[in-house]
């Protein structure tokens, strides 16, 4: 099990030069990831609960706690959840895809990833080594039945007690000066509820 704190926003189209000039502007440069598709389960009638397969492997993730919206910034508000992950894996990740039931997701992904020390010290990491506790800010460009979209997420790890500390103070260091993008507590959830809401209204 893999407890998280997460906030995400979802908006269509494609990334903003202000986003993209905040990101790009960190202690480290961010790291592009591989673009890849992952199948998310359409499931109806539920936002707290996300199933997916992604690249061999089963994930499980369902809602654990919600803080509400919190205030990061004078421009940035977001809703603030607690998550819990499993992960399994598959010997046919193909089997049963091919259906009306998976959502295709394509994804290409950056990522900056912050060590949060006991002491509270946070460092920006460059490479991939394993840490305990952090934070990931994902910025992804997410299509969606051929439609663009982008996505922001602070997603915190770590010991579950201390989780929304972690995240509180990692908004707290990168969310700092005059060129905050803006962003909305309107367009703030998770995929759960992203692609409840937007299948619902492709119908």
Known sequence: MFPTVETRWFYPGAIPSDVLAWYHYGECAPEAQPTRIDYYLRLANTDDLGIKLR????????????????????????????????????????????????????????????????????????????????????????????????????????????????FTRVAQHTLRGDTIPYLDAEHSYGYAHWLKTTCECAN
Not at 89 to 101: A, C, E, H, Q, T
Not at 122 to 136: D, H, P, R, S, Y
Request: hydrophobic content about 40%; glycine content about 12%.
């Open 55 to 166: 690249e061999g492997r089963v994930e499980i993730k369902q809602r654990a706690a919600q803080y509400g919206v919190e205030h990061l910034h004078e421009r940035v508000h977001g809703l603030v959840e607690g998550w819990r992950k499993w992960s399994f894996g598959v010997n046919d990740i193909g089997s049963g895809i091919g259906n009306i039931g998976w959502i295709a997701i394509r994804k290409a992904r950056r990522l900056r990833r912050y060590l949060v020390t006991d002491d509270g010290e946070i460092v920006a990491l460059t490479g991939t080594e394993m840490i305990t506790q952090g934070c990931n800010i994902e910025l992804a460009e997410v299509t969606l039945h051929g439609e663009p979209w982008w996505s922001l997420a602070f997603e915190t790890f770590g010991p579950e007690a201390t989780l929304h500390t972690t």
